[in-house]
Every structure is written in C-alpha cells, then in structure tokens.
C-alpha cells in the first residue's frame, strides 16, 4: 500500500471495515460508517502520515457537542492504529509507560476537573473500552486505573468531582415525560387461571397474573401520568407481565425521573447469565448470551452487580462456588425453576436447587425498611462514576421482591444510596439490593416484541442490544413462561 497516497478518511474506512459487526453492534457500527462517509470534511482528505494530535483536536471541536466524545475516541483510537501498523509514524501519542505482563501503558493525560488537577494513567485500552464496550471517556479511564490497582485515587477524583464540579439541578421540571413512551392499553383478557402450555418444563406454566401496583406517591406535585404503572408490549397469559413507572427520586431534584420495573414473577422466569469477563473467576462461562434454546422467549436483560473485587461478596453458577458466599451479604438467587429472591445470606435460607447466587454490598432495604443510615464508601462500594462514595448522585440501579413475591428494578441518573433505598420502598420492596452503578453499566431493556431492544429508561445511554449480543458483565435475562 502506498502510504503516502493513504488519507485519514481512507483510513478510518478500512480499519472501521475491519471490525466483525456484531463486536461493535449494528448501531454503532452504522453511526461510525455513517461519521467516516458524510463528517470528517476536509480532515478526511488530510495525508495519513500529516496529522497530529491536535489538528485531531481541533477537528473534533468543529463538531456538534453531543458527537464529540465518540469522535474523538473514534478517530484517535484509529489513528494509533495506523502508527501501529506503520502508516503514520509521525502520529504523536501522549508518553507511555511499559506496566503488568507485556501491557503497554501508553498516553498519559491529565484530567483537571474544574480546578481539581488528577493525573490518570491511560492506556491504549481505554480508547479500545470506549469504542467496543461502548464506554463514556471517564469511565473507560477510571476502569483502566482502578484494575491497575489505583482504586483509591480513582474514589477520592470522584467524590470531588461529583460534590463540587457535576452536582445535578435542583429544582425545575422534567424535560422529557413521565409516562412509557410507549403505553400499550391493556387488552382486558386478564386470565382468572393459570396457562396451559409452558415454555419450559421446569418453570412450569404461567400462573394468575399478579395484581399489578397502585400508582407510586410521588415525593413533589405529580406530573400527568406519574407514578402510573403503564403496560408494556409483553404480554403473557393474556396480562402486561412487565409494567414500568417513572417518578422523581427526592424533593429536590425535580427536573429528573428515575424509572421502576414491575415484573410480574408469575408469568415470567428469571435466569443470571455471566457475561465473557465478569463475573470474574475459572468456571464454564459460556459465551455472554442467553442460551439459544431460550432466545425466543427472552423479554428482558437487566445489569447485574459490581465487579466481583468490589461486591464484599461471592458467586455460585451452576452448582460451582466460584467465590465463597459471605454471610450478611446481600444474595441475588436465581433458582433453577426460573424463581427469583433477594436474600440476606445466612440468615435466608435458600427454598430451592440454586441456578446462581450473585452477592453485591448489604441489603439497602430489610423488612420494607430502608437500611441505609449512612453513605459512607466503606459499606456502598468505591468505584469511578457511581459506586463511589453513596452520597454521589449518579446513576444507580437495585432490585428487591415484594411481599406478593413480584419483582421490582428500578433505575436512574440521580440516586443516591440513600434514594436509590427510598425508591425501592415506594415501591413496595420487602428486600431489595444494590446492583451495578454508572452509566456504562447500570441499563435495562426490553426484548421479545421490542426486539432488537428498547431502553427501559430513555435516558440510558447505552445502544438497547447490550443484553441481545455477547455481553462482558453479566445480566438477569427475564422470560416469558407461556405464551
């Protein structure tokens, strides 16, 4: 290949064409193809071997805001390539630093948050967590530097970072609406007995459909539709098995939602499929996807818990204890007849042959109480963007059971433990836990009729096929147990 011949644009087109599709997902794949062939401009026709960082930069500044974070990790992700490869020797990368087992630590950028000076060291992985896992620039970093073993330094960038320099509105209203984008009426053939036909035999049939929750008593003056559970599109024995709610989480930050998932647990089964990486551990993984002979009555996926060095707990899948199990811990237990519980290890016991057993932190409601009396780091995790210290208002995520045994998830971008805790008990959760944090990693969508997927929150970030394609992290699939 004649490199001096070799443009940016050519470039990126080629080294985007490289990549199997189902690694980067259709939609990213198509907005990438989409970005090469209509948005690098005269960048596009720039000399390979020409361009340095910060004519990158400046390109990248030319562009709508809402597109230049992916930009930028797109196009300097790309061109390191090229350096890589040869093609572009004069690329100037940030310094690098050699770390663990033939891992090179490379560009060492300074993040200043607002006056806060925090240097991070980056690597070339942090670009590739951007573009594959479909990461924000700040947790991909943090991520890097936190499993190299600077965990500390990452929480306390954090706690700073949020208290002083990204601290959410108070007050105003909602700019989006309180009800499902996509309310279904109900078709008024709720069944007065259970179904016939089961999908799998050992979860048995669908039963009565649950009597679904009031409307939840909003903490401000109710926006039209608030706190309504509206239908969704799954139906199963004739009733909405999955109903969602949106709601404000506090008095005081009233221009924000966080959403809540009722899931009617006698109609749908529950099963913890463990994404490629995490949980982490030597055990029969499988491949990061609900089993084939399932897919076609999977409803939903929804994230799980933390990394497994930051869940104070353990993990048992398929009759292995990967980690031992911690008593005290908060357990999700999926069991092999598709039933879900959330338990407080060693003082709940198990009813039935486990499928998995998923511990993350300490039960944040107990007895339909709130148990957090304090936010301290220490007892709700330390982690870049959210599973710091508890008092952080960031994206959150928890699941709990209520006294019916039906199921509630709720999610949102301004919880703190405290009204993450308050929210999943106007939910009406008799136990409920935290699960994972960010908004990398705290998302839930719907399948089955929404398939390729639909965000159960609009505001998750992440593309709906997260939980339809390989996963890293692992997920609660929901199924459908009869037609």
């Known amino acids: 290949m004649n490199t001096r ?101 490379m560009a060492v950028r300074t993040l200043v948050l607002f006056g806060v000076a925090v240097g991070l060291v980056t690597t070339a992985a942090a670009a590739d967590r951007m573009i594959r896992f479909k990461e924000e620039p700040l947790t991909a970093y943090a991520t890097v530097v936190r499993q190299a073993g600077f965990g500390v330094v990452v929480a306390f960038a954090e ?7 990204n601290r959410p509105t108070v007050g105003g209203n909602p700019t989006d609406s309180a009800k499902f984008d996509d309310e279904v009426v109900n078709s008024n053939v709720d069944r007065a007995e259970p179904a016939s036909v089961a999908f799998v035999a050992l979860w048995g049939p669908a039963g009565i459909p649950s009597e679904p929750p009031a409307r939840l008593v909003s903490p401000v003056a109710p926006k039209p539709g608030e706190g309504n559970f509206l239908n969704t599109r799954i139906f199963v024995n004739g009733s909405s098995a999955i109903r969602i709610a949106r709601i404000r989480p506090d008095t005081e930050h009233t221009s924000y939602f966080a959403t809540i998932t009722w899931l009617d647990s006698s109609l749908l089964a529950f099963k913890q499929i463990p994404g490629t990486d995490v949980p982490e551990g030597k055990y029969e993984r ?26 104070q707990g353990g993990f048992v899948y398929e009759g292995k204890v990967v980690k031992k199990l911690v008593d005290g811990k908060a357990t999700l237990v999926t069991y092999q007849d598709g039933t879900l519980d959330v338990l407080k290890w060693g003082r709940d016991l198990p009813t039935k042959e486990i499928q998995a057993a998923r511990q993350n932190l300490t039960l944040m409601v107990d007895n339909s109480l709130s148990q957090v009396e304090d936010e301290s780091q220490s007892k709700w995790g330390w982690v870049w963007e959210g599973v710091g210290s508890g008092k952080n208002l960031v994206w959150r995520s928890a699941i709990g059971v209520r006294a019916d045994g039906t199921i509630v998830y709720c999610i949102g971008p301004v919880l703190s433990a405290r009204s993450l805790a308050d929210m999943m008990v106007r939910a009406g959760a008799v136990r409920a836990m935290p ?16 398939a390729p997927g639909k965000r159960i929150d609009p505001n998750i970030y992440r593309e709906p096929d997260r939980f339809f394609v390989p996963s890293v992290r692992d997920f609660i699939a929901v199924f459908a147990k009869s037609p």
């Open 435 to 450: 699960l994972d944090m960010n908004s990398a990693y705290a998302n839930g969508f719907l399948y089955g009729p929404y």
């Open 5 to 105: 011949s070799l443009t940016v644009g050519r470039w990126l087109k080629l080294w985007l064409a490289s990549f199997p599709e189902g690694e980067l997902g259709y939609g990213l794949t198509r907005r990438l193809q989409f970005f090469v062939a209509n948005e690098l401009g005269d960048f596009g026709k720039l000399p390979l071997d020409s361009v340095g960082i910060a004519q990158v930069f400046r390109f990248v500044e030319t562009l709508p805001k809402r597109e230049r974070k992916l930009a930028y990790a797109f196009v300097q992700s790309g061109l390191r390539a090229a350096r890589n490869a040869g093609f572009a020797n004069r690329y100037p990368g940030l310094p690098a630093k050699r770390m663990v087992i033939g891992w090179v630590w």
């Open 286 to 311: 499988g491949d990061g996807l609900v089993p084939k002979e399932l897919r076609a009555f999977y409803v939903a996926g929804l994230n799980n818990a933390f990394l497994m060095r930051d869940s």
């Open 159 to 165: 706690d700073i970072y949020y208290s002083y320099f």
